[in-house]
């Protein structure tokens, strides 16, 4: 249920990135990997856990922005399979760097947060619960006041339906893209300090899964849209956790999101809340 | 020892690119010519794969009998992933089939059929004629194979078939307008690139006697996705020469280290970035170069 809340803060991230690019941005799991070892570095040091957050964030966003300016602005307009291409080499560029730098193998990440445990009757949520819960809503309610309250979100949904139209009516693209990049890596460098205390322990190729099921969620969603990511991420987190609980185990558990994904495209293939696409076929 | 592993080394690496390379060049069909992304081509080589080692260790069948099983069954993969593809767009289709690589490669961890977690060991060398093929000789049948391939794909792209799949690729809607039945051809795509790929898993699981589930994930999909990308999609010589770079260059910057993968995919993006057509896709410089120089070689000959 908690790492659903997870998927959403990963998948939104992502969904403002696709939103403008329209590329499957798989070095999403890089940043979101950089951000988690960024904070344990600052969190090790000086021990204050606020400040961690502040630093994954910025890595996050430095790398993301990074990544847009050098990597995707280049090839844009190319057959979709190049920045495809690139986007993974970048993520294993990042995740081998880590490596280098940090080592290979998993790191503890032990916060000093008091571990207890609320009950409210028959639920009992954990400290950790409430903060990843905490974190992701009020970052997931601020993106959302972002995109629908502001100028420049304003832009960026015109950028996202068309961007052609968008800048012929005055609106800076490169702009968008990048505040679009930007706002999208701080969510994954959030996604990744969260997961990092979560699990009390960060790895150089953590953000591999959770990327493949954040493009996951996406697709649940419906492709671009905020409302949708936030929905699939929850969605995905819950059916994982009740599928295992109902029919057992007759597959791995990673592979639940995409088997669910499978049978649901057979039958919606424009996604849960998606529109039926018309500008393609 | 030494003298053996020197001698055996690079047959091994010829081996590889091998079969790399007929998987690869399926992809190619399925990508380059037919335009239908498919993340998951490590799925069908390990259907490939399992399958002409439960045929030859369980059912002792002749190796050529698994080979083409093997390939068979591959394409039928293929052609339901085909029948997925023609509801989907673009992107959509993308990640279903990185979905479809993980999701195939959880059945080959979770059911015994498979070897489970241990995978399937005692993979027999083919034998013919009472003669076991190993190192050179296992290379040699490789080869075989993989010319025979690629005289598949060049006839594949020259007749009505890649026409048709060129229709497809560069605009669906005016392919459908010329009565091009695009799902029926978007099928054949994916069954033809499946197929390729279940070929090679088989040559694979032979030449390594022991396959496990890790051998097909995700990852190895995106190694052949960039020896396409990298050669040139479309192109079926440069994913050949793309293979051989993918295969070997890791090899010869080893002295590197723990640099070495860091470097290598520096390469990559740097390569990517500035020449996105990849080695020799149609447009990209080097392709230009040997045009223009086969373009002065005609003008020599006509001016004679």
């Not at chain 1, 294993?92 to 008091?114: A, N, R």
């Not at chain 2, 009565?179 to 390594?208: E, N, P, Q, W």
Request: hydrophobic share 55%; aromatic share 12%.
């Amino acid at each position: 249920m908690t790492i659903g809340f997870i998927y959403v803060a990963i998948a939104m991230g992502l969904t403002m990135v696709y939103g403008v690019l329209r590329i499957l941005h798989i070095a999403h799991a890089g940043v979101y990997a950089l951000g988690a070892y960024a904070g344990l570095t600052l969190y090790l040091a000086t021990g204050n856990i606020l400040a961690a957050g502040a630093v994954a964030i910025a890595a996050s966003i430095t790398v993301g922005y990074l990544i847009q300016r050098f990597v995707y602005a280049p090839i844009l307009g190319r057959s979709p399979l190049i920045p495809l291409t690139l986007s993974v080499a970048v993520f294993l560029l990042v995740s081998e760097m880590i490596g280098i730098v940090w080592g290979y193998y998993p790191i503890g990440f032990h916060t000093q947060i008091p571990f207890t445990t609320y009950f409210y009757g028959e639920i009992s949520i954990t400290s950790y619960q409430v903060l990843v819960i905490v974190a992701t809503l009020s970052s997931v309610l601020l993106v959302w006041l972002l995109v629908n309250r502001t100028r420049i979100g304003l832009a960026s949904r015109a950028v996202a339906q068309d961007s052609e139209m968008a800048q012929a009516i005055g609106v800076n693209v490169k702009t968008v893209i990048a505040f679009n990049f930007i706002v999208g890596s701080a969510l994954a460098g959030l996604g990744g300090i969260l997961v990092g205390i979560y699990y009390s322990q960060v790895s150089p190729y953590m953000g591999g899964l959770v990327a493949y099921k954040g493009l996951v969620v996406i697709v649940l969603g419906g492709f671009g849209s905020v409302a949708g990511a936030v929905l699939g991420g929850l969605i995905l987190g819950i059916s994982e956790t009740l599928l295992v609980s109902a029919v057992g185990n007759f597959l791995p558990r990673e592979s639940f999101a995409f088997l669910v994904l499978i049978l649901l495209l057979l039958f919606r293939p424009q996604g849960l809340f998606g529109r039926r696409a018309t500008d393609r076929t | 020892m030494r003298p053996i592993v020197l001698e055996a080394y690079p047959i091994t690496l010829l081996t590889i690119i091998g079969t790399y390379a007929i998987a690869a060049i399926g992809l190619n069909l399925t990508m380059g010519s037919a335009g239908q992304v498919n993340l998951g081509q490590a799925a069908f080589i390990g259907i490939g794969a399992f399958t002409s080692a439960i045929l030859t260790t369980e059912y002792s069948m002749p190796f050529v009998v698994s080979l083409l099983v093997s390939g068979l069954m591959a394409m039928i993969g293929g052609t339901i992933l085909g029948l997925i593809s023609v509801r989907l767009r673009e992107d959509f289709l993308a990640i279903t089939t990185i979905g479809i690589n993980f999701v195939a490669v959880s059945v080959f961890q979770y059911y015994p059929l498979f070897g489970g977690s241990f995978g399937i060991g005692d993979i027999p060398r083919p034998s013919f004629f009472g003669f076991e093929l190993s190192g050179p000789s296992y290379a040699g049948l490789v080869y075989v194979v993989l010319s025979l391939c690629i005289l598949g794909a060049l006839w594949t792209r020259r007749s009505w078939l890649g026409l048709a799949f060129k229709a497809i690729k560069e605009d669906e809607i005016a392919a459908l307008s010329m009565r091009i039945d695009v799902r029926k051809f978007k099928m054949i795509a994916f069954a033809i690139g499946a197929g390729y790929g279940g070929l090679a898993g088989c040559l694979l699981a032979h030449f390594r006697t022991y396959i496990v589930y890790s051998d097909f994930t995700f990852s190895f999909s995106i190694e052949l996705l960039t020896i396409v990308v990298l050669g040139g999609l479309g192109s079926i010589a440069g994913t050949t020469m793309g293979t051989a770079i993918v295969v070997l260059f890791p090899e010869v910057i080893r002295p590197l280290l723990q640099y070495r993968l860091v470097i290598y995919i520096l390469m990559l993006i740097v390569l990517l970035r500035f020449q996105p057509e990849g080695l020799l896709g149609e447009k990209s410089a080097l392709s230009r170069y040997l045009h223009s120089i086969v373009v002065r070689l005609y003008r020599r000959e006509g001016a004679h």
